[in-house]
């Protein structure tokens, strides 16, 4: 679509959290509605509704993508929780995600797919598809991915360890995997995905070793989501782009090279700082700490709605589009609910 799109959402003071899990747990069945699109779709659409927002972005499930890589690798089900690689995947692996087209989708992975075609043939919403990004896939594939990336940073090569050639070869089945199942939601209709990096942070890659010249972060993560960027392009689809983790401001500033329509950062940074680092064209989305809102303790109302004032009246000083939201998706806390709706009510109303 148009950016004009986006930021004339911004400019009209839009605000809304990513909230579908508390519209689905509103359902008799969420169970039910995860394995049934239609149902799905319907949750997806009512959460838009309900928050005013045109944008109908799918629910955020960082699990999709890990299982149906690991069942077209034929690991069993009762493994795939726990299973991390311990060795290089051969090219008989990657082989078989490659040809990803012949595995079927588990049932929670087409009713997301399916969500996405209801939003788009029975609603005026816009459809957004979710996907967890590359990077992230493959550190939870790998039960270690720190030290060899560490090692990398340092100049390393994958002929020099063996864990280096495991994270970079299970870095290229994670980024076929997202590309074809995003490629399946472009096909469903999405005109947008939100894409969802949390592990692009400084925990993961050293802030210093990019800053005195190490290309890590460059090819292990903004590599394969320039991929996945130009597929979207390619495809006339917008990227909406979150990353939730702790980051160096060399980070953000990277990622922004990606162009994303939507910009969405964790509440540990500032984004009025942030919009010094970020092209206006790309609006910023966030950031109240969602996390917390279970608890009255950690998040009280006041400090949302105190929150909320801060991020509206910096970010109109900073003079950069920008939509009021959480800064992850908002999950159910079973006994909280009330505590939490009363902090996403807290938000829409701000001033």
Known sequence: MDRGFYLELARKGLRFPIGV???????????????EGELLGRVVADTARRFRTPLAISRLDLELERTWLLESLGVAAQDIAKFHFDQCPDDQALGQIREGAHNP???????????????????DLVPVGT?????SLMTKLVADPITPLAMAGAGMTAE???????VEAVLEMSTRTILYLA??????????IFVAEPAANQVFISPRQIEKGSDVFDRFVMSPNRRLRELLRQSNVDLI?????????IMVKKLAELAPAVFSLGS????????????????LYGNLPSKQFFSDDLMPSGEVARLSHELLTKMREAQ????????????????????IYDKVAVMMAAA
């Open 131 to 135: 996907t967890l990004g590359p990077f």
């Open 160 to 166: 020099e360890d063996e864990a280096i050639h495991t």
């Open 320 to 339: 950069h589009p920008f939509i009021l939201g959480s800064e992850c998706d908002v999950l159910i806390v079973p006994g909280q609910e009330r505590s």
């Open 268 to 283: 540990s940074r500032r984004l009025w700082e942030d919009a010094t680092l970020v092209p206006r064209q790309a609006v």
């Open 105 to 123: 989708l588990n049932r929670h992975l087409q009713a997301q797919i399916e969500s996405i075609a209801y939003i788009a043939a029975c609603t």
């Open 183 to 192: 490629g399946l939601q472009i096909k469903a209709g999405a005109r947008g």
């Open 241 to 249: 782009l979150h990353c939730c983790g702790e980051m160096a401001d």
């Open 21 to 35: 899990d508390l519209i689905l747990h509103e359902r008799p069945d969420p169970a039910a509605a995860l394995r």
